[in-house]
Nanobody
Framework: QVYLRESGGGLVQAGGSLRLSCSASGITFKIHTMNWYRQAPGKQRELVARISSDGTTNYLDSVKGRFSISRDNAWNRVFLQMNSLKPEDTAVYYC?????????WGQGTQVTVAS
């Protein structure tokens, strides 16, 4: 069974920083591309950042230069460092991966950025 568990969300003032963490089990972590998505109220879930097994990263345009995704294959964890946070970054953030074509999701962690 695949489990993804996010942590690190919270309430922060605009301009502040948060670091999200996702712990994974049930997969051979080092071979998986890992993703962070977010979903704001009334909006569709969107891909925020992605890190492939070789460390290649991709970002949503609106977070480039502010967010950084990284991974620790020894501990089966993926991180999202979020700096210069804006109110529009407020959302539930989800960790995601796929095995074959089947997606797996964590339960999400709330990030709220106050103006």
């Amino acid at each position: 069974q695949v489990y993804l568990r996010e942590s690190g969300g919270g309430l922060v003032q605009a301009g502040g920083s948060l670091r999200l963490s996702c712990s994974a089990s049930g997969i051979t972590f080092k071979i998986h591309t890992m993703n962070w998505y977010r979903q704001a109220p009334g909006k569709q879930r969107e891909l925020v950042a992605r890190i492939s097994s070789d460390g290649t990263t991709n970002y949503l345009d609106s977070v480039k230069g502010r967010f950084s995704i990284s991974r620790d294959n020894a501990w089966n964890r993926v991180f999202l460092q979020m700096n210069s946070l804006k109110p529009e970054d407020t959302a539930v953030y989800y960790c995601n991966t796929e095995r074959g074509t089947y997606p797996y999701w964590g339960q999400g962690t709330q990030v709220t950025v106050a103006s």
